[in-house]
């Protein structure tokens, strides 16, 4: 069973910036997407960025030319660089893969936006 180890999250500024890792337990297949949530306080769990072998790397319109995915398949691993950040991007941020249908997720790194 993979697991999905995040880090990186923490305390910064409006207009700071962080980066996100992910390390997964085994090597995953560039075909299979890796990709970040968030949820925030109170709110629903929602899609962020997500990268696979071939295509673009995908973007929701809020963090669209402000953060970027990256994966490393040689390290198992998949990075979010956030800039110019917002405190509407506080959340817990969590990485996900899916192999053969099935969604793993990690535990999820904090990140919180505020003077």
């Known amino acids: 069973q993979v697991q999905l180890v995040e880090s990186g999250g923490g305390w910064v500024q409006p207009g700071g910036s962080l980066r996100l890792s992910c390390v997964a337990s085994?090597?995953?297949?560039?075909?299979?997407?890796m990709a970040w949530y968030r949820q925030a306080p109170g709110k629903q769990r929602e899609f962020v960025a997500s990268?696979?072998?071939?295509?673009?790397?995908r973007y929701s319109d809020s963090v669209n030319g402000r953060f970027a995915i990256s994966r490393d398949n040689a390290k198992k691993s998949v990075y979010l660089q956030m800039n110019s950040l917002k405190p509407e991007d506080t959340a817990v941020y969590y990485c996900?893969?899916?192999?053969?249908?099935?969604?793993?997720w990690g535990q999820g790194t904090q990140v919180t936006v505020s003077s």
């Open positions: 990268k696979m072998a071939g295509r673009d790397p």
């Open positions: 085994e090597y995953i297949i560039s075909s299979n997407p």
């Open positions: 996900k893969t899916k192999i053969d249908g099935y969604d793993y």
